[in-house]
């Protein structure tokens, strides 16, 4: 990794720079868009004449092997391929948690209920914070340590800052927090403050610390660790370089993504092009974004002008990782989208926690925001969009216990109005396990046991 070999080029205006030329923010200094890497020797549209390109096989076959490694680079299912991301000059600024090399689990139930047999769920919520945020940060925040920032930054709806805080904290660096008050869930403001960030709550939403952020950055020496930065999308990248070693580099026909930022979409995307660019792959999945209905910039854009225009919107959702109304990464979710012949769908507060009720009782579960998956993937499937006969792959971002609140409230009956459950209210009803308080005596349990078995 001695010289990385990398350049950023403009996803909007494709102008090409070096890394010592980013600005802060990491818009492009022509026409404000957002970069993404690219490398010299391989990427796509951009290869030098007369370079070879990696060998497909050869990397299938070192990737594989290296998880027998006992060096930590090996290990992290992020940095096991890295010469799919050649963003360092030295090795030894990573900064890893051994992040990556989560399960690609089958959804038993869930592919009985909707008829789809080969529905696997990739599970991030198994990373070291309990997000798939690990995996871009390990990347990123590498970069910062490499570059000798003293302090990195984000502003978040909870999991960034939580993966943000521990890679600084392993690094010996200094990590500031932006959260909109009273918005996040507590499992991750206490990750936060557990790893040591400086966590500040503004009063005001996601979008708003953004802002804020944006400024910060401009004014101090403070490195910015939101997904604009290119090199997290890099990191996020290794998701589908897992999925499809996983299904032994046969490609998925869908992978379903929740939508926030909408920077996670793009790297998958990225990932799936630049393996079927170096014919490690076959062909590209279609990539499909779901939102919360209470939090859909996207789906209206796709709905109303095929994605040319994104009207931010005022945000609100339980499922509060994806409370974000004036998304960032829209631009390349929207490319993705295209390129891949996927869809964007949203789905309503209730059929999100039904869906998230569906996950847990796999013995599996996720955060609400991950939930979104198996919601969409039940629209796409009624609309004729995906077929039985597919192969499906939701990405599960987090960990169930990241937002506890939201799943007792659900299991007691608290979360939903009645105005919200409507047409689901037996299915939710049916999945709910409330739990029950009783006197210290076996025969009020076997009673209990009882009426359980004959439910
Ligand atoms: N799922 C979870 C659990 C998330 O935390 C996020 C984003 C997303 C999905 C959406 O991913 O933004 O790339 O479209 N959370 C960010 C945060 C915004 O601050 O933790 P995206």
Same mark, same amino acid.
């Given at each position: 990794?001695?010289?990385?070999?990398?350049?950023?080029?403009?996803?909007?205006?494709?102008?090409?720079?070096?890394?010592?030329?980013?600005?802060?923010?990491? &818009?492009?200094?022509?026409?404000?868009?957002?970069?993404?890497?690219?490398?010299?020797?391989?990427?796509?549209?951009?290869?030098?004449?007369?370079?070879?390109?990696?060998? +497909?096989?050869?990397?299938?076959?070192? /990737?594989?092997?290296?998880?027998?490694?006992?060096?930590?680079?090996?290990?992290? *299912?992020? /940095?096991?391929?890295?010469?799919?991301?050649? %963003?360092?000059?030295?090795?030894?600024?990573?900064?890893?948690?051994?992040?990556?090399?989560?399960?690609?689990?089958? !959804? &038993? &139930?869930?592919?009985?209920?909707?008829?789809?047999?080969?529905?696997?769920?990739?599970? $991030?919520?198994?990373?070291?914070?309990?997000?798939?945020?690990?995996?871009?940060?390990?990347?990123?925040?590498?970069?910062?340590?490499?570059?000798?920032?003293?302090?990195? +930054?984000?502003?978040?709806?909870?999991?960034?800052?939580?993966?943000?805080?521990?890679?600084?904290?392993?690094? *010996?660096?200094?990590?500031?927090? !932006?959260?909109?008050?009273?918005?996040?869930?507590?499992?991750?403001?206490? $990750?936060?403050?557990?790893?040591?960030?400086?966590?500040?709550? @503004?009063?005001?939403?996601?979008?708003?610390?953004?802002?804020?952020?944006?400024?910060?950055?401009?004014?101090?020496?403070?490195?910015?660790?939101?997904?604009?930065?290119?090199?997290? @999308?890099? =990191?996020?990248?290794?998701?589908?370089?897992?999925?499809?070693?996983?299904?032994?580099?046969?490609?998925?026909?869908?992978?379903?993504?929740? =939508?926030?930022?909408?920077?996670?979409?793009?790297?998958? =995307?990225? +990932?799936?092009?630049?393996?079927?660019?170096?014919?490690?792959?076959?062909?590209?999945?279609?990539?499909?974004?779901? $939102?919360?209905?209470?939090?859909?910039?996207?789906?209206?854009?796709?709905?109303?002008?095929?994605?040319?225009?994104?009207?931010?919107?005022?945000?609100?959702?339980?499922?509060?990782? %994806?409370?974000?109304?004036?998304?960032?990464?829209?631009?390349?979710?929207?490319?993705?989208?295209?390129?891949?012949?996927?869809?964007?769908?949203?789905?309503?507060?209730?059929?999100?926690?039904?869906?998230?009720?569906?996950?847990?009782?796999?013995? %599996?579960?996720?955060?609400?925001?991950?939930?979104?998956?198996?919601?969409?993937?039940?629209?796409?499937?009624?609309?004729?969009?995906?077929?039985?006969?597919?192969?499906?792959?939701?990405?599960?971002?987090?960990?169930?216990?990241?937002?506890?609140?939201?799943?007792?409230?659900?299991?007691?009956?608290?979360?939903?109005?009645?105005?919200?459950?409507?047409?689901?209210?037996?299915?939710?009803?049916?999945?709910?396990?409330? +739990?029950?308080?009783? &006197?210290?005596?076996?025969?009020?349990?076997?009673?209990?046991?009882?009426?359980?078995?004959?439910?």
């Amino acid at each position: 990794m001695e010289n990385s070999g990398h350049q950023l080029r403009c996803t909007g205006c494709s102008r090409v720079t070096e890394q010592r030329e980013l600005k802060a923010d990491f &818009r492009c200094t022509e026409c404000g868009d957002l970069y993404e890497v690219v490398y010299s020797s391989w990427s796509s549209g951009f290869a030098a004449a007369g370079t070879k390109r990696p060998n +497909a096989s050869a990397l299938r076959w070192l /990737w594989k092997e290296r998880c027998s490694s006992n060096e930590e680079a090996d290990q992290s *299912g992020v /940095w096991r391929f890295r010469e799919m991301l050649n %963003i360092l000059r030295d090795e030894k600024n990573i900064v890893s948690l051994r992040e990556g090399n989560t399960p690609l689990y089958l !959804l &038993r &139930r869930a592919a009985k209920s909707t008829g789809i047999p080969k529905l696997y769920a990739k599970h $991030q919520g198994l990373n070291p914070t309990g997000s798939f945020k690990d995996t871009g940060m390990t990347a990123a925040l590498s970069v910062a340590h490499e570059l000798g920032y003293e302090w990195v +930054a984000c502003a978040s709806t909870g999991n960034t800052s939580a993966a943000m805080a521990a890679y600084a904290a392993r690094a *010996g660096m200094r990590s500031l927090v !932006l959260i909109p008050e009273g918005k996040i869930a507590w499992g991750k403001l206490s $990750q936060a403050m557990d790893y040591g960030a400086l966590t500040i709550q @503004l009063k005001t939403d996601f979008d708003g610390c953004v802002r804020v952020l944006a400024e910060v950055v401009g004014r101090a020496p403070v490195y910015l660790l939101n997904s604009v930065n290119p090199y997290r @999308l890099e =990191g996020q990248k290794t998701q589908a370089f897992e999925i499809a070693e996983a299904l032994e580099w046969e490609v998925p026909d869908h992978v379903i993504i929740p =939508g926030g930022n909408l920077a996670n979409s793009s790297a998958l =995307g990225k +990932a799936f092009l630049e393996m079927k660019h170096l014919g490690m792959t076959a062909k590209l999945p279609k990539i499909s974004v779901i $939102q919360a209905e209470g939090a859909n910039p996207l789906y209206r854009a796709m709905q109303e002008g095929n994605g040319e225009a994104l009207h931010p919107v005022e945000a609100n959702t339980r499922a509060s990782a %994806i409370r974000i109304g004036n998304p960032a990464s829209w631009k390349k979710a929207v490319r993705v989208i295209q390129q891949t012949g996927g869809w964007c769908e949203q789905a309503s507060e209730a059929e999100i926690a039904l869906a998230k009720a569906e996950i847990g009782a796999e013995g %599996i579960g996720c955060e609400p925001a991950s939930a979104v998956t198996l919601a969409g993937l039940k629209k796409l499937a009624r609309q004729g969009k995906i077929q039985p006969h597919e192969t499906v792959v939701l990405l599960l971002t987090g960990h169930t216990l990241k937002d506890p609140d939201y799943t007792i409230a659900y299991h007691r009956g608290d979360l939903l109005r009645t105005d919200e459950v409507g047409v689901l209210q037996a299915e939710i009803t049916a999945t709910r396990r409330n +739990a029950v308080e009783l &006197r210290a005596s076996a025969d009020e349990v076997l009673r209990e046991l009882e009426k359980a078995e004959n439910k």
